[in-house]
Each structure stands twice: as structure tokens, then as C-alpha cells.
């Protein structure tokens, strides 16, 4: 450690031969609050660590001195970590939409009115029927093989392309076109029933049922995947939703906001890990002690667990999990696979969203990229909420100035 560290830093932990703070020693140290350092962590700007016998998280001083240095060369801070919403809060390990708390709306309220809750806009009922034409084109595009995901994407383009109405983007006109585009997506995935019965098929959730998986739906199993489009609906400023929101600073049309988002969402560090996260308990679930120890002795990060905001539960995983061990049926080596990580996790770490997604998936025996589909369906919902804010703000405010490090021309002097 440096005389510099030593006059600015709080005293550090040693541990394998570097010198680390606590969450709240970088914060006092960076002059910011306990929330921006955690923003730091999910944009890649600090990494996180964890050290036996310390709760919580530790940084490395030599990491955090690099941004501190770097603070002082720099403009100020953008508005990209200064966006102000309504939508929704993180605290305490709980997620609340618009002061509602999430886990309560999972267990009672419907995707479509937490959309309106979201949206600040009616679930228009009238625009709750896939566009003629377009799943079909978009399966017979797709091909037999392709991700849900990949399927969600055409739909929008396809719709997008469609609509000559595309940039209106007043709030009703943008929630009504919201709405076509998640009830097609969900029609794109699989055939569905035929026009007649399109009036019976009900909710969304009720609707994509069918196109996930051949168990048989009931009442409880729908529930629990109504409670995982809810819990996804949004998260605040996710990856996906800074590049949704970027779009509708440009004032791109709602498709094109869908489009940022998806692009954004589609990588492993996203959307994509929920995939990673059905691969792992798909191979845990007849011996899940061996599949775990296997991740600890390579000294590999176990899918589906910790997360960068939450400290010790993430609260979607929570209310996800304790309603799939009621509703009953499916896949009974799944529920105990899932119990033994968590035991095996013990205190340090905890499951999070992907694998409570991935354990529905594999429950009812859904298609292979079910949970990143649903996944991406129900965040649709969040990304439109913060388009709609967006919408109202000054156009164009994400203009961050980079900080130029290659080869300068020559005749360039250094500012």
C-alpha cells in the first residue's frame, strides 16, 4: 500500500496480497452513496469481492484509487447515473413498483395490471390480440430451432415495419402498441389456437402456457407464471432499460425502444443468464450435492446465485420459489435440487431470479429457453414504463464525453 493510500484510505483488509474496503469505506472514500457503488459494480467500473470472515462485499484499493484518479480528469458525472424515475425502488433487499411492494403484487395481482401500474396507462383489451399474420411469418422465418428470444425480436421488427404510425409516441398510442406487441410475441412462439378461441385464451400468462410447455395448465401453475412475468417487470436501470431509455431519448418509436432493450438483454451477463442458469440445475437435479461440488472445486461462480444489488436475498427469487413449492405437479426432483443449493450456498450468498426461473422451467418441463422468454416478455413492460418517462425528458441528454486514450494525431498536445 502506497503513502497514498495510507493518507487517504481507511485502514484495509490484507488478503492475498492485495488491500480491500468495505461497501462504506469505498462510498465515504468516493463521497457517494452506498447505491452508486453498487451501480459501479453492475457497470463494470469496480468488481466486487467476497472474504471469509467479512460480510458483504470488499473492493481492492488499488480498483477503487484508479477511479478515484480517473474521477478527477474527467467531466462530471453524465445523467446516465443521474436518471430520475418513478418506477421503481430497491431497498433493504425489496423491490417495490411505484411504492407497491413487488412480492406482494407476484402473489396477487395480474401481469396486465401491473403493466397499467407501471405504465401510468389502461391494458388496452382491444389491442389484446396478436396481429394477423405476423407469428406465422415469423416462425416460418425463424426456422424450427430458433430462441424465443430471436422470436420476440422479429415480431417487433416485423410490427414496426408494419405500422406507418410508428413514431407516435403519445402515451396512449404507445401502450396500446405495447400490447400488440406482447400478446403477438407470445403468438409468434407456437401455433396457438385458432381465431374463434382467441377470446377464451384469457391472460397473457394463460396464453404462453401453451407455448412453453405440454403439461397440462391449472390454476396454480398459471399463477406462478403470471408471479414470474410480474417480478420481471422491471428492475431500474438495467442494462436493458439505459439502452431502452436511450432510445426513447432519441425519440425512437416504441419499437425501437423494445429493440434497444432486447439488444442490450441478449448476453450472458443478462437475459442469457438465465440460461446458464437452467443448464446448471438441469444437471443438478439427480445428483445436485455432485453438481455443486463440481463448481466448487473448478472454483467457478454457481449460476443463478448472488446478484451485485442485493445483499443477502434477492426478493424476486423469494416469492418465485415459495410459490412453486405449492402449485403442485411437474417435476418432482426439482424442488429438492433447488433446496440443496440453497443449503449448500449456506450464509455468504443466496439464489437469485435466473435460477428461480430456471426451476420453473424445468418443473413443467418448458422448452430449453423458457425462462430466458419469459424473462424478456415480461421485462417488455419495464422497458415501455421508462420510455414513457423518457418520452417527457429533454431529448438527446445521453451525450457522455468520452476520455480519448489511443495514439493522438500529430500536432495534438495533451489538455
Given at each position: 500500500?502506497?503513502?497514498?493510500?495510507?493518507?487517504?484510505?481507511?485502514?484495509?483488509?490484507?488478503?492475498?496480497?492485495?488491500?480491500?474496503?468495505?461497501?462504506?469505506?469505498?462510498?465515504?472514500?468516493?463521497?457517494?452513496?452506498?447505491?452508486?457503488?453498487?451501480?459501479?459494480?453492475?457497470?463494470?467500473?469496480?468488481?466486487?469481492?467476497?472474504?471469509?470472515?467479512?460480510?458483504?462485499?470488499?473492493?481492492?484499493?488499488?480498483?477503487?484509487?484508479?477511479?478515484?484518479?480517473?474521477?478527477?480528469?474527467?467531466?462530471?458525472a453524465g445523467v446516465a447515473e443521474r436518471i430520475r424515475t418513478q418506477l421503481t425502488y430497491l431497498h433493504d433487499d425489496r423491490l417495490h413498483y411505484r411504492g407497491r411492494d413487488v412480492a406482494d403484487l407476484a402473489r396477487t395481482t395480474s401481469y396486465?395490471?401491473?403493466?397499467?401500474?407501471?405504465?401510468?396507462e389502461?391494458?388496452?383489451d382491444a389491442e389484446a390480440a396478436p396481429a394477423p399474420g405476423i407469428g406465422a411469418a415469423v416462425r416460418r422465418v425463424a426456422g424450427t430451432k430458433s430462441r424465443g428470444l430471436d422470436?420476440?425480436?422479429?415480431?417487433?421488427?416485423?410490427?414496426?415495419?408494419?405500422?406507418?404510425?410508428?413514431?407516435?409516441?403519445?402515451?396512449?398510442?404507445v401502450t396500446e402498441k405495447a400490447t400488440r406487441v406482447l400478446v403477438t410475441a407470445v403468438d409468434a412462439l407456437a401455433p396457438g389456437p385458432s381465431t374463434e378461441e382467441l377470446e377464451?385464451?384469457?391472460?397473457?400468462?394463460q396464453r404462453l402456457w401453451p407455448r412453453l410447455t405440454d403439461e397440462p395448465a391449472?390454476?396454480?401453475?398459471?399463477?406462478?407464471?403470471?408471479?414470474?412475468?410480474?417480478?420481471?417487470?422491471?428492475?431500474?436501470?438495467?442494462?436493458?432499460?439505459?439502452a431502452a431509455r436511450v432510445a426513447a431519448s432519441a425519440r425512437g418509436s416504441v419499437y425501437a425502444v423494445i429493440g434497444a432493450g432486447l439488444g442490450a438483454f441478449d448476453g450472458p451477463m443478462h437475459g442469457g443468464a438465465t440460461t446458464?442458469?437452467?443448464?446448471?440445475?438441469?444437471?443438478?437435479?439427480?445428483?445436485?450435492?455432485?453438481?455443486?461440488?463440481?463448481?466448487?472445486?473448478?472454483?467457478?461462480?454457481?449460476?443463478?446465485?448472488?446478484?451485485?444489488?442485493?445483499?443477502?436475498?434477492?426478493?424476486?427469487?423469494?416469492?418465485?420459489?415459495?410459490?412453486?413449492?405449492?402449485?403442485?405437479?411437474?417435476?418432482?426432483r426439482v424442488q429438492p435440487a433447488v433446496t440443496a443449493i440453497v443449503e449448500a450456498l449456506g450464509p455468504s450468498t443466496f439464489v437469485n431470479s435466473d435460477l428461480a426461473l430456471a426451476a420453473l422451467a424445468l418443473r413443467y418441463r418448458m422448452r430449453p429457453d423458457a425462462a430466458e422468454t419469459i424473462f424478456a416478455l415480461a421485462r417488455i413492460?419495464?422497458?415501455?414504463?421508462?420510455?414513457?418517462e423518457e418520452y417527457q425528458a429533454q431529448r438527446l441528454r445521453f451525450r457522455p464525453e468520452g476520455v480519448y486514450t489511443g495514439v493522438r494525431p500529430s500536432g495534438a498536445h495533451a489538455t
Amino acid at each position: 500500500m502506497t503513502r497514498a493510500h495510507t493518507r487517504r484510505f481507511p485502514t484495509p483488509v490484507r488478503h492475498d496480497g492485495r488491500d480491500y474496503l468495505t461497501t462504506q469505506h469505498v462510498a465515504k472514500v468516493l463521497g457517494v452513496k452506498l447505491s452508486t457503488v453498487y451501480a459501479y459494480v453492475s457497470r463494470g467500473r469496480l468488481h466486487s469481492s467476497r472474504i471469509a470472515g467479512y460480510d458483504g462485499s470488499m473492493f481492492a484499493v488499488d480498483e477503487v484509487d484508479g477511479l478515484l484518479q480517473g474521477s478527477r480528469h474527467r467531466p462530471p458525472a453524465g445523467v446516465a447515473e443521474r436518471i430520475r424515475t418513478q418506477l421503481t425502488y430497491l431497498h433493504d433487499d425489496r423491490l417495490h413498483y411505484r411504492g407497491r411492494d413487488v412480492a406482494d403484487l407476484a402473489r396477487t395481482t395480474s401481469y396486465e395490471d401491473v403493466a397499467q401500474l407501471l405504465w401510468g396507462e389502461p391494458w388496452n383489451d382491444a389491442e389484446a390480440a396478436p396481429a394477423p399474420g405476423i407469428g406465422a411469418a415469423v416462425r416460418r422465418v425463424a426456422g424450427t430451432k430458433s430462441r424465443g428470444l430471436d422470436r420476440i425480436r422479429l415480431t417487433v421488427d416485423l410490427l414496426g415495419a408494419r405500422d406507418p404510425l410508428r413514431h407516435h409516441i403519445e402515451p396512449g398510442a404507445v401502450t396500446e402498441k405495447a400490447t400488440r406487441v406482447l400478446v403477438t410475441a407470445v403468438d409468434a412462439l407456437a401455433p396457438g389456437p385458432s381465431t374463434e378461441e382467441l377470446e377464451s385464451e384469457g391472460s397473457l400468462a394463460q396464453r404462453l402456457w401453451p407455448r412453453l410447455t405440454d403439461e397440462p395448465a391449472t390454476p396454480r401453475t398459471v399463477k406462478v407464471l403470471n408471479a414470474a412475468l410480474v417480478a420481471l417487470a422491471d428492475h431500474d436501470l438495467a442494462a436493458g432499460t439505459v439502452a431502452a431509455r436511450v432510445a426513447a431519448s432519441a425519440r425512437g418509436s416504441v419499437y425501437a425502444v423494445i429493440g434497444a432493450g432486447l439488444g442490450a438483454f441478449d448476453g450472458p451477463m443478462h437475459g442469457g443468464a438465465t440460461t446458464l442458469a437452467y443448464r446448471f440445475l438441469a444437471d443438478a437435479l439427480d445428483d445436485p450435492t455432485a453438481a455443486i461440488a463440481d463448481a466448487l472445486y473448478a472454483d467457478t461462480h454457481i449460476p443463478g446465485t448472488g446478484h451485485v444489488i442485493y445483499r443477502a436475498r434477492d426478493p424476486r427469487a423469494t416469492v418465485l420459489l415459495e410459490m412453486l413449492a405449492r402449485s403442485g405437479g411437474g417435476d418432482r426432483r426439482v424442488q429438492p435440487a433447488v433446496t440443496a443449493i440453497v443449503e449448500a450456498l449456506g450464509p455468504s450468498t443466496f439464489v437469485n431470479s435466473d435460477l428461480a426461473l430456471a426451476a420453473l422451467a424445468l418443473r413443467y418441463r418448458m422448452r430449453p429457453d423458457a425462462a430466458e422468454t419469459i424473462f424478456a416478455l415480461a421485462r417488455i413492460a419495464g422497458w415501455i414504463a421508462h420510455a414513457l418517462e423518457e418520452y417527457q425528458a429533454q431529448r438527446l441528454r445521453f451525450r457522455p464525453e468520452g476520455v480519448y486514450t489511443g495514439v493522438r494525431p500529430s500536432g495534438a498536445h495533451a489538455t
